[in-house]
């Protein structure tokens, strides 16, 4: 890091320490007894223009920016970028050190702190978190990555993820949180929750029906506003009311035709008026398209620029200032926008606790992360209880690198872990793999310390079988590399599926480690007894899977989407724009609707390899005792959780809601996901819960009147443990009922 940036920051922690009272009585904006929109309306109301359009544009790549002419950018602008901004980071947003407002320094993303040059933890993807079915996972995780970017100088995480996988080969559904907008909203809203805690600012992202990489700059996605509230927009609603983040960024794709960072029904309908969002929407990088329009609907901070392509600063002190003069924009239109930015950072702690760049502990850091993947790790199939591993003399482990590290996500969220990437990484963007520095051979060979372990790269399938042949058991690891900015087809690269094949025609007694960013194919699965999804699993990933592996933990974890069991069971049967050349302007219709995940499935009655939900332990659990009850528009569900068998373990109970008439209820599939509980049990053991299922989860949008609608009549209330094992049934009836959308 910069030395010139730790004196900025030494300042700004000085600054801090001087008297509350004092300076509360010359910049009323520092009085800490206010609210934040007090706070915030105060210091906007001190700011000259200047001042107030330096907040809506911020910038990346000191180089490139002094570059740029001085009528798009200032000089002094240009002078504090190249002092204060850090090296490699994502970007930077200058403050207004007379009135006491910090600079944003903003840094990538959801698993972690990305910086060229920088070290620090990664957490599992977001999808692997997300497996966990434990709002605390992802909370305590983004408390540990968010106390690594303050030690690190930032104050904004473009964190938060919740863009639904309707498209399983998007390259970026391992940075988001699966295909139910419940789930999401809980996941990812409490990452967001977890970040801000710490005193920082974190987003909501990519907002919104952003579901695919192919032409992502290009694509304009056509969707009826109906089934875009009860799928991707109900996702984010649920994010900003368990994570209340204070950003979103908007997308890069246009929305029914018009930009997402311009688009008037999303921006200004929805987020802002509908949902009451007080926060600030700030681009993605490269995403801007207009200056006029952008500002009149909805956009508050550029940010980002120079990138991605984008050769217009589209929020320029100059462009603003012309467009002021003609009329175009207004003065109060400007001061929401800055109102907007400096809100979140009274709100959250940002101006009152400055960020102070110290030692990070990267053990107790580590640990956090290596607990989210073994409450992630997923067991997809364990025929004969092969698994766990218990007094096994010889192993064969084959492929995947699994003698050097565990893979990760590319892109904006390929953070490069403390000792380095265990293989060569190539530079560009989104770059290559970057390998966690965790091994899953040296995890196993310290969890069976008597076991005689062999290792085979698996690149010679012949040599490979042979391997496994003279072990007792073997356990082949398979890789699928996923990134921002591509998409990919469900099957496994680099004839994986013919090594897993010849080795489990030479050893029967076989079990298969997935690192994936999302589902795959599996030729093979009829012949493999035991597989393990073990997803991008974080910077301990080893040690995780070999503790699943021998038993040490017992796994837990849940699939937050459906593995389609062929590519003819999807909703679209290619991507608009896949393989063609980039900024080819493509259009993708969304008829599906709602109807995506399981959802998609229960449509069509297709049976997917692994249904949302899908996960097994190494004991058995029952749900019992169902009851329901409904007062004012919420249904109160309870039951009894119970592990069933011989070992301690957690289980996860899931509520899933049906109308008797899913039709005639204007329903987009049979069924809605609309509750879960992970319990820890030992033997014989049970536990109670109990639920409160979200109103909008029993109701249609209607756009007519911007309302939720219940229609009147039995709903059917079904608990279980995965979308295709609901073993109780409780009906009940509800009354019609109607209410507004507007929060």
Not at 497 to 504: G, P, S
Request: include cysteine.
């Amino acid at each position: 890091m910069k030395a010139r940036h730790v004196t900025s920051l030494l300042t700004a922690s000085l600054l801090a320490c001087v008297s509350t009272t004092a300076l509360a009585q010359v910049q009323p904006w520092m009085d800490t007894s206010k609210p934040a929109d007090q706070r915030a309306a105060a210091v906007v109301g001190a700011m000259t223009l200047d001042e107030k359009l330096s907040l809506v544009m911020g910038y990346t790549d000191p180089k490139e920016l002094a570059k740029q002419p001085d009528t798009d950018v200032s000089p002094a602008i240009k002078a504090d970028v190249a002092a204060h901004a850090i090296d490699g980071a994502a970007g930077y947003i200058s403050g207004i050190p007379r009135l006491g407002i910090p600079s944003q320094w903003q840094t990538d993303a959801s698993i972690g702190v990305r910086v060229e040059g920088m070290e620090r933890t990664a957490l599992p993807s977001s999808l692997a978190t997300a497996a966990s079915f434990d709002p605390q996972v992802p909370y305590q995780g983004g408390v540990m990555i968010a106390s690594e970017a303050r030690l690190s100088g930032f104050n904004t995480f473009l964190a938060g993820g919740a863009n639904l996988a309707r498209e399983p080969r998007n390259g970026r559904n391992f940075e988001y949180v699966g295909e139910d907008p419940w789930l999401a909203g809980q996941m990812a809203g409490s990452l967001i929750a977890g970040i801000q805690s710490t005193h920082m600012v974190s987003t909501m992202k990519h907002y919104a029906v952003n579901d695919q990489e192919s032409q992502r700059t290009t694509v304009d996605a056509s969707i009826s506003p109906e089934a875009m509230r009860q799928s991707d927009l109900l996702a984010f609603e649920f994010v900003y009311e368990k994570g209340h983040p204070g950003s979103a960024m908007c997308a890069y794709n246009l929305i029914n035709g018009r930009w997402a960072c311009e688009n008037e029904y999303l921006q200004q309908k929805v987020l802002k008026h509908d949902w009451g969002f007080k926060g600030y929407i700030m681009s993605d990088w490269g995403a801007v398209h207009s200056t006029v329009d952008a500002v009149n609907y909805g956009l508050d901070q550029m940010t980002g620029w120079p990138c991605c392509g984008d050769k217009v600063p589209y929020y320029s002190a100059t462009r603003l200032k012309a467009a002021l003069a003609d009329g175009e924009i207004t003065q109060k239109r400007i001061d929401d926008m800055a109102t907007r930015i400096v809100w979140p950072l009274f709100e959250y702690g940002v101006i009152d606790d400055p960020v102070k760049v110290g030692a990070i502990n990267f053990k107790a850091n580590a640990d956090v992360s290596q607990n989210a993947a073994e409450q992630s790790l997923t067991l997809l199939k364990n025929d004969n209880n092969l698994l766990p591993l218990k007094g096994v003399k010889t192993l064969a482990v084959i492929g995947g690198h699994a003698d050097k590290g565990v893979l990760s996500g590319g892109g904006s969220s390929g953070v490069h872990p403390v000792g380095g990437s265990a293989l060569p990484v190539e530079k560009g963007w989104p770059g290559s793999a970057i390998w966690m520095p965790s091994s899953p051979l040296n995890g196993l060979k310290a969890e069976l310390p008597k076991a005689k372990i062999s290792f085979t790269a698996g690149d010679d399938i012949a040599a490979a079988a042979a391997a496994a042949a003279k072990a007792e058991v073997a356990v082949v690891f398979v890789t699928d590399w996923k990134g921002e900015g591509f998409d990919t087809t469900l099957d496994l690269k680099e004839n994986q599926d013919a090594l897993v094949a010849a080795v489990v025609k030479a050893n029967p007694k076989t079990i298969v480690v997935l690192e994936t960013g999302g589902a795959v194919l599996m030729p093979w699965l009829n012949d493999v007894p035991a597989v393990v999804e073990a997803w991008y699993p974080g910077i301990r990933g080893g040690a995780a899977i070999a503790r699943v592996l021998t038993g040490k933990v017992n796994p837990s974890g849940h699939t937050p989407i459906s593995f389609p069991a062929s590519t003819g069971q999807l909703a679209h049967a290619t991507i608009p724009g896949f393989g063609m050349p980039g900024d080819s302007a493509v259009h993708v219709t969304y008829d599906e609707g709602a109807a995506i995940g399981y959802k998609w499935y229960d449509v069509k009655g297709f049976k997917p390899m692994f249904a949302f939900g899908h996960g097994l332990s190494y004991t058995t659990f029952a749900v019992t005792d169902a009851k329901a009850e409904a007062a004012d528009n919420r249904i109160t569900v309870t039951g009894t959780l119970t592990n069933t068998g011989a070992v301690e373990g957690k289980g996860v109970a899931m509520v899933f809601v049906s109308p008797a008439d899913w039709q005639a209820a204007s329903w987009e599939a049979p069924k809605r996901f609309a509750a879960f509980q992970k319990i820890e049990l030992a033997p014989g053991k049970g536990q109670t819960f109990t639920a409160q299922i979200d109103p909008r989860l029993l109701a249609t949008w209607e756009a007519a009147d911007n309302s939720w609608h219940i229609k009147a009549g039995t709903y059917h209330i079904r608990l279980g443990q995965a979308a295709d094992d609901l073993t109780q049934n409780v009906d009940i009836t509800l009354p019609d009922s109607r209410w507004s959308a507007v929060h």
